[in-house]
């Protein structure tokens, strides 16, 4: 399988004001990964995300998700392949109910309405919130509103699921859904986040990245646990290996 | 605070409109129409009438009890916009002196009367606007009016404001909280602040706005807004319209007060 590889090659990008934000980016995700990205605020996590799908272009260098390149061009076909799950879930529902929230991407996609229904239908009830369908996102609360935004993604079926601090603003249950949740998508997974501890639990594999370089990748357990290494990046070790926390 | 009260009010409308009771229940084309019917019917009477309208305070009447809504709530909300109907009417008893009807011995002129009619137009056409949006959701009328072949980008445009006011008003009443709690007394509530803040929400919403469009890309957007089709009319929805519409005839059609009024005379 592979079609749901992340290939960065040499990925620079430059905001038009000037600000490098990456400068020199590789890495390669393979089918069935999930990868978090640590760093400091400002460090490029975010651009990092904005590119996997094409919505910012590299400067230079290559970027492939499966056999497609990233051009102008194949743009639309990797939006298919790639769903990203915004930070704040009030601009990723933007339709007047949680069900036509969901039904936008499906429709997009040019489905038949039995299909598409069949998907919102199937996409809402991965996430159990079924019965929310009708209500407007206003009504729902933040942990609602959070999972509802992995359904309009999921009912597009990617291939690569990409979200940019999905634990931020969570009761500790609904982040612990979530958790729940992830570890059952059989997705490749992209998960740019200050939450260590999420990280720990939904990922394998962990990039750190700072002033637009990666400076470490490895396995989870390898990175999370190299104390001088998350203190330079602003980060510190995650809560739950942290000892003696309590005295 | 007066801007979160506000706030609410219009949270409190939206929640109504979310309710489930027989005219909760009725298609949205059926409502929309229906008031639209009603409107039409009530503003074609000519300009003395006061008798013929009276019966058409039976709709909003049959509405708020059938449709479980709060009376003084609606009718809070038509008092505040009553100030335009005041203005548009207030001259007519000035110019227009001669008299035209006998009120138990004490001449009315017909600038009274006209008046009086103008009020009672405005406060029946507002009721039964105001009536449609507290018992159909807001998705539901543009959906109505969608198919009803109402252009697609004034309903586009008409759901991303019922679906970003919230979260707009939620951020200038963070602002605005801000700003209150560091402000002490006078100082900080002048205009200069105030103007500030309206830029600051402004270039927000454009941020906003650019989010919201990468959002929406990044789900294939191209152009066109779909929606899956529901709602579909049933036998209810065309005994509704047909009832209104033979109401809305005979009240038209015949003075049912003055015919009463007649009755009631010669009897005693």
């Known amino acids: 399988m592979s079609h749901h590889i992340i290939d960065f090659k040499d990925v620079v990008f430059q905001y038009p004001d000037g600000t490098k934000a990456l400068k020199g980016v590789s890495f390669r995700i393979t089918h069935g990964e999930s990868v978090g990205i640590v760093g400091a605020n400002g460090a490029g996590k975010s651009t990092l995300l904005l590119q996997v799908n094409g919505y910012l272009l590299p400067s230079s260098g290559l970027i492939s998700i499966g056999d497609l390149e990233l051009t102008k061009k194949t743009r639309q076909e990797i939006r298919r392949k790639v769903g990203v799950v915004f930070q704040n879930p009030d601009d990723q529902l933007f339709m007047p109910?949680?069900?036509?929230?969901?039904?936008?991407?499906?429709?997009?996609?040019?489905?038949?309405?039995?299909?598409?229904?069949?998907?919102?239908?199937?996409?809402?009830?991965?996430?159990?919130?079924?019965?929310?369908?009708?209500?407007?996102?206003?009504?729902?609360?933040?942990?609602?509103?959070?999972?509802?935004?992995?359904?309009?993604v999921l009912a597009m079926e990617p291939d690569i699921l990409a979200m940019d601090e999905p634990?931020?603003?969570?009761?500790?249950?609904?982040?612990?859904?979530?958790?729940?949740?992830?570890?059952?998508?059989?997705?490749?997974?992209?998960?740019?986040?200050?939450?260590?501890?999420?990280?720990?639990?939904?990922?394998?594999?962990?990039?750190?990245?700072?002033?637009?370089?990666?400076?470490?990748?490895g396995t989870v357990s390898e990175i999370l646990t190299n104390q001088s290494l998350l203190e330079e990046n602003n980060l510190e070790l995650p809560l739950s290996l942290q000892k003696n926390r309590m005295r | 605070m007066d801007f979160d009260k506000e706030y609410?009010?219009?949270?409190f409308l939206d929640t109504l409109s979310y309710k489930d009771t027989v005219i909760h229940r009725l298609d949205p084309r059926t409502k929309v129409i229906a008031t639209f019917a009603l409107i039409i019917t009530v503003v074609s009477f000519p300009k003395y009438e006061i008798t013929g309208l009276i019966p058409f305070f039976l709709f909003p009447a049959m509405i708020f009890s059938l449709g479980d809504i709060p009376v003084w709530f609606i009718l809070k909300k038509v008092m505040v916009v009553s100030v335009f109907a005041v203005f548009i009417g207030i001259f007519n008893p000035l110019f227009d002196t001669h008299v035209r009807l006998d009120l138990f011995g004490i001449p009315v002129s017909g600038g009274w009367v006209s008046f009086f009619s103008i009020l009672m137009k405005f406060f029946l056409t507002?009721?039964?606007?105001?009536?449609?949006?507290?018992t159909?959701?807001?998705?539901?009328?543009?959906?109505?009016?969608?198919?009803?072949?109402?252009?697609?980008?004034?309903?586009?445009?008409?759901?991303?404001?019922?679906?970003?006011?919230?979260?707009?008003?939620?951020e200038t009443l963070r602002m605005v909280r801000a700003r209150d709690l560091r402000s002490f007394g006078k100082k900080g509530r002048g205009i200069s602040i105030f103007v500030n803040l309206i830029g600051t929400l402004f270039i927000r919403t454009i941020e906003r706005a650019d989010r919201i469009y990468h959002a929406m890309l990044s789900r294939g957007f191209s152009g066109t807004i779909y929606y899956v089709k529901r709602d579909r009319l049933r036998k209810a929805d065309f005994v509704c319209l047909f009832l209104t519409g033979m109401v809305l005839i005979l009240f038209r059609t015949y003075d049912l007060v003055s015919f009463i009024g007649k009755q009631t005379e010669r009897i005693f």
Do not use: W
């Not at chain 1, 729940?180 to 594999?205: M, P, Q, Y």
């Open chain 2, 136 to 170: 159909t959701s807001f998705p539901g009328i543009c959906h109505a009016l969608q198919k009803l072949r109402i252009p697609e980008i004034f309903i586009s445009q008409l759901l991303f404001l019922y679906r970003y006011i919230f979260v707009l008003v939620e």
């Open chain 2, 8 to 11: 609410f009010n219009l949270g």
């Open chain 1, 97 to 152: 109910t949680v069900y036509d929230d969901v039904a936008f991407g499906p429709l997009n996609l040019g489905m038949s309405t039995e299909k598409v229904t069949d998907r919102v239908n199937f996409a809402l009830q991965t996430i159990g919130c079924l019965d929310l369908a009708s209500k407007p996102p206003h009504h729902l609360s933040g942990g609602q509103k959070r999972a509802v935004s992995i359904a309009t």
């Open chain 1, 167 to 217: 634990s931020s603003n969570l009761d500790p249950k609904s982040r612990r859904d979530l958790i729940g949740l992830l570890n059952e998508f059989k997705h490749t997974k992209i998960i740019a986040s200050h939450d260590l501890d999420f990280i720990l639990e939904v990922c394998e594999r962990c990039l750190v990245i700072k002033n637009g370089l990666i400076v470490a990748d």
């Open chain 2, 126 to 134: 507002m009721c039964s606007a105001l009536l449609l949006i507290s």
